[in-house]
């Protein structure tokens, strides 16, 4: 049978591991895919860059354009990311009737409704398996090994970069600007950082994998974000004494009311596996109701461990070419004609449990001020830490950790615990999950 062509679009961290991972394990990838797959066509920005792969044999280009619309390419790969001028490959190359394989969370979460309904009128595939949480091949867990589950929540360390900057803080002590900087040395960061530590990047990996758990339409827009920026080394410390970790979690759950789509800084408890995963590493766990908890462990950024699931999804597409477009696996796990209209619920009304870290003037009554608040508040105090004044100062640390309350019951007793005149500065709100 002829081989199949694939072009490739973008030679950085993830097109360079891709061809790397494709040519060095070409004879077993033609052996499962049962055909042989040839990257013939790839573009870059600048042609004239070192790369991390060997392109002899591979035409090159500036012009993605170009390798788009060649009758000769079977797949194109999408491996440039943002939104914008990606976007406009991806449907051009859809429009041409060519299968693409994409890495680009980014595109997915934003625009991947209409990605998704153009690739189905034309009969093509759109495989992102790449786009969360790298080499893990979690979508494909999610969308076909669980299928049979209802999915009850899922809880998932989904930036690397993130996860990297949390753990040399607690370990090694390590400045935020200094580790995020080896980060990007390493590419692990995005093009933009402040989408890693801000949560924007997680919340991409967030959309896709609530829509392909709970059956709903891709929505970014309403996914709650907070970033690590604001973690310090204290909390990181205080977590540790209360029994906890700190990670920067994305989190959907279904509950009665609606589903809840938020990424936040979290404290966990320590003995949970999920606690332990340390460095650029990703997890997911995922509770489906016949299976219970499962959890999914492995590298989340980098060149091959991307270039692994962008490669099982070309391989993917090359089984199905000859498939009917009707039967096969739905994009998004559901049926496109099924997919459920279950409300994003807003933060406010989303219920967990709170690390609260706060600084008060070391006088009589304080505490009972703060205690009268969260009472008058319906939130109950699960346990307490207070420091003793370090030489002549006058304030001393508080920390707590409540029971579960509506966010927005806590929004308001924050507002009143910070104008009480004996606190100083913010009140540190961490949310806190149990995920058992
Ligand atoms: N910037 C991302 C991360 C890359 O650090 O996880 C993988 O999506």
């Known amino acids: 049978m002829k081989p199949v062509k694939v072009g490739v679009l973008g030679l950085g961290t993830v097109g360079g591991g891709t061809v790397n991972v494709l040519k060095r394990n070409a004879e077993e990838i033609s ?3 049962g055909r042989e797959i040839l990257v013939t066509r790839a573009s870059a920005r600048n042609l004239d860059q070192q790369r991390i792969c060997d392109t002899t044999g591979i035409e090159l280009t500036t012009d993605s354009f170009e390798i788009i619309n060649d009758p000769e390419i079977d797949i194109i ?8 001028y990606a976007k406009d490959l991806v449907f051009k190359a859809i429009e041409n009737g060519k299968h693409v394989v994409t890495a680009n969370k980014a595109l997915i979460a934003l625009h991947g409704n209409e990605v998704f309904t153009r ?5 093509v595939m759109v495989a992102f398996e790449a786009a969360v949480a790298g080499g ?3 979508i494909k867990a999610i969308r076909e090994g669980l299928s049979g589950n209802q999915i009850e929540w899922l809880a998932g360390i989904i930036n690397g970069t993130g996860n990297f900057i949390l753990t040399e803080m607690r370990d090694k002590d390590r400045d935020f600007d200094d580790v995020l900087a080896e980060a990007q040395a390493l590419g ?8 890693d530590v801000e949560g924007i990047d997680a919340g991409h990996k967030l959309t896709i994998l609530a829509s392909i758990a709970f059956g709903i339409p891709l929505q970014f827009e309403k996914v709650f974000t907070e970033g690590i920026t604001k973690i310090t080394r204290s909390d990181v ?3 540790e004494q209360l029994g906890y970790r700190i990670k920067h979690l994305g989190i959907a759950r279904k509950t009665t009311k609606g589903i809840e789509l938020r990424v936040h800084p979290t404290l966990i408890p320590e003995r949970r596996l ?6 650029v590493m990703n997890a997911v766990l995922v509770k489906g109701d016949a299976v219970g908890p499962s959890l999914y462990y492995g590298a989340g950024a980098g060149a091959e461990p991307t270039a692994s699931a962008v490669v099982a999804d070309v391989i993917d597409v090359v089984r199905a070419l000859t498939s009917d477009p009707e039967n096969r696996v739905p994009h998004l796990a559901f049926q496109a004609n099924a997919m459920s209209d279950i409300p994003v619920l807003p ?3 989303v219920e967990t449990a709170y690390y609260l870290h706060l600084t008060a003037q070391d006088k009589p009554g304080v505490l009972a001020e703060i205690t009268r608040i969260l009472a008058d508040h319906q939130i109950s105090i699960e346990a307490m830490i207070q420091k003793e004044p370090i030489n002549d100062e006058t304030s001393v640390p508080v920390i707590m950790l409540t029971q579960k309350t509506l966010e927005k019951e806590m929004n308001a007793a924050i507002s009143e615990i910070e104008n009480l005149q004996p606190i100083t500065g913010q009140v540190t709100r961490i949310r806190v999950e149990t995920l058992g």
Request: net charge negative; charged share 30%; hydrophobic share 40%.
């Open 274 to 279: 999920i606690a332990n995963v340390d460095g």
């Open 119 to 123: 690739a189905s009128e034309k009969g």
């Open 77 to 84: 790969l999408e491996l440039i990311g943002g939104d914008s």
């Open 136 to 138: 893990i091949p979690i």
């Open 237 to 239: 410390e205080y977590a």
């Open 347 to 349: 933060a406010e009304q």
């Open 31 to 33: 052996r499962r895919a």
């Open 188 to 195: 692990y960061a995005e093009a933009d950082p402040t989408f």
